[in-house]
C-alpha cells in the first residue's frame, strides 16, 4: 500500500477515533441518565460536557472539515497516475494532523494553540506542494 494511501486510511481511523470518543461519551451519559438524549443538538453549546469532550468534538470537527481537502489531492494525484507525488511527505502531513488533534485535545492555553496553528501550517504547506507539483508548476 502506497504511503499516500496509508495517510489517508489514518486520516479516516484519527476522525473516527475522535467521534467514537465524544459520541461514546455522550452515549453514556444518556444511558446512565445523567443527560437526556435529545440535550446534545447540533450547533448548540452543551454545557455539562467537559471541556476536554468539548475540545474532542473540536478536534472531529476540524478533521471533518481538513480530511476532504486531502482526499481531493489524493484523488487527483491517483488520477493524473502521479501518486508518487505524494509518497515523501505523505507520513509527514499524517504526523502533522495527528499532533494538531492532539495538541487540540490537550490544551487551549496561548503556547498550545500556536503549536496546533503551526501543525496545520505543515499540513496546508505539503498540501500546496503537493498540486503544485501535480500541477507541473514545480
Known sequence: MSAAIATLLGFVALTIGLAF???????????????PFNSWTRG???WEDPAIITRIHHAHLNCIENLPVYAAVLLAAIGLDQLAVMEGLACYY????IAQSAIHVISTSAIAVLFRANALFVQWAILVYWVL??????
Do not use: D, E, S
Open 21 to 35: 470518543a465524544y459520541v461514546g461519551y455522550r452515549a453514556t451519559m444518556g444511558l446512565l441518565g445523567k443527560t
Open 94 to 97: 499524517l504526523i502533522a494532523r
Open 44 to 46: 448548540a453549546q452543551t
Open 133 to 138: 507539483a501535480l500541477c507541473g508548476c514545480i
